[in-house]
């Protein structure tokens, strides 16, 4: 199979501190007035190389500021490698931010006829694709409207869909899918499917790691702007698990000795906790409808988390992640909330956070409620609870003899002979 995207020893450097003067009288008296600083440069990328084949796809992972954005927008074209070089031997599509490309006084309809012209199709061509494109965005009422006029949501899916129907040989998409609701995300995943299955190659970046195992044949993990891993998704995940574990256990020894918090070992009796502990569960409760404590719930009930936390003065935020697992470490739900702040308001340096699920439609078993704090750029842990709040699934539904029924997921199959 032929390559179609190659990176031959592509490294990006940027200066660090540019000057910012509005004219060149300004800049002129600034240096006759001050020593001039010296230039800063740092390198979003070191020598990162590899090879892409026709049809296959690749996901690109790592912590915020490691280089990942960068590398994208040099393989859409979108500047120049300080040193080493990119070749593509195909047509690229990118979706690299949100409404990037559109310009907000054109319409909708008019921006895709833009977008589709500068991506080589002629205007007949771009005609044709039109409905469609229209169609999958369900901005029908709304196409002929300025951008400007456009929420989020709109943008994502009229971006999206003109990304994937410009019959583009490959994709280039940095983590715009999470942005939009839940339904038009699981639209978006289920037409890249389709875009992989007819041969066509993609290179996405995500902090969803189940959209990057789903959809992608290998991975990058990169580190410091260099790639510090590189092979199979699921290696690639526990890989970059294990990264961020060490990088969150160096910032809470740093942390610990600069603030003289005490460094709380990682095992615990129950389970596992990790973080730097600068925004801290004190407590978490598993409660009832009449806000009692307990350890058992039916299939269907609901249930209540309280999260008791502390902060340092210089946490100001968190990002928090909730979900629910098996005993073998299967997910069964999981939601995050990208800011707490932007939720609740200032938070107070020491409160409780509550987060109602409104059915546990669980089959019988042992579960764990598992929960993070985190910056609100993801970067590293404040204080990770795994396997540490443990609560039973029962049921009073009777046993039936003629089927038997596998997974956590409590649907009931009811079968008839028509």
């Not at 977008?115 to 694709?129: F, P, T």
């Not at 300025?146 to 989020?152: A, C, I, K």
């Not at 609701?181 to 007819?198: G, M």
Request: aromatic letters at 8%; charged letters at 25%; glycine letters at 8%.
């Amino acid at each position: 199979m032929k390559d179609i995207l190659v990176a031959d020893r592509v490294s990006k450097r940027f200066r660090r501190n540019p000057d910012r003067y509005a004219t060149l009288k300004e800049l002129l008296i600034r240096r006759l007035r001050a020593k001039r600083v010296a230039d800063e440069w740092f390198w979003a990328l070191k020598d990162v190389s590899f090879r892409l084949q026709r049809g296959c796809s690749i996901g690109i992972i790592g912590h915020n500021g490691a280089g990942k954005s960068t590398l994208l927008r040099l393989l859409c074209g979108l500047g120049r490698p300080t040193t080493g070089n990119i070749q593509c031997m195909a047509g690229v599509g990118s979706l690299l931010e949100l409404g990037g490309g559109f310009q907000p006084e054109l319409s909708g309809r008019e921006n895709l006829m833009t977008a589709g012209i500068l991506s080589g199709l002629r205007k007949k061509q771009v005609e044709a694709l039109q409905e469609d494109i229209v169609a999958f965005a369900e901005l029908e009422a709304f196409i002929d409207q300025p951008v400007r006029t456009y929420s989020s949501g709109m943008y994502l899916r009229l971006a999206f869909a003109s990304a994937i129907r410009m019959n583009h040989d490959i994709l280039v998409i940095d983590e715009v899918l999470a942005v939009g609701d839940h339904r038009f995300q699981t639209k978006c995943i289920d037409q890249l499917k389709e875009f992989r299955r007819a041969g066509k190659t993609l290179v996405l970046t995500s902090h969803d790691l189940e959209q990057v195992r789903s959809l992608c044949d290998e991975v990058i993990v990169l580190e410091e702007g260099a790639i510090a891993y590189r092979g199979d998704p699921e290696n690639a995940v526990h890989y970059y698990h294990e990264l961020m574990r060490q990088r969150t256990e160096k910032r809470a020894a740093e942390t610990s000795s600069a603030e003289g918090l005490p460094h709380e070992p990682s095992e615990t009796r129950q389970g596992e906790r990790l973080g730097t502990f600068e925004a801290a569960m004190e407590q978490v409760l598993l409660l009832t409808d009449t806000n009692e404590r307990a350890a058992t719930w039916k299939t269907g009930d609901r249930l209540t988390v309280d999260i008791h936390y502390r902060r340092l003065p210089n946490v100001q935020d968190v990002a928090i992640l909730l979900g629910i697992y098996t005993e073998t470490n299967v997910k069964c739900f999981e939601t995050a909330l990208p800011s707490a702040r932007d939720l609740f308001g200032p938070l107070s340096e020491t409160g409780i956070l509550r987060c109602v699920l409104s059915g546990l439609w669980l089959h019988p078993g042992r579960y764990y409620v598992n929960l993070g704090f985190y910056p609100t750029d993801w970067s590293y842990t404040y204080d990770y609870h795994w396997q540490m709040h443990p609560f039973w699934i029962v049921s009073d539904e009777p046993v039936d003899r003629f089927q038997s029924v596998s997974g956590p997921l409590a649907v009931h199959p009811l079968w008839s002979r028509l």
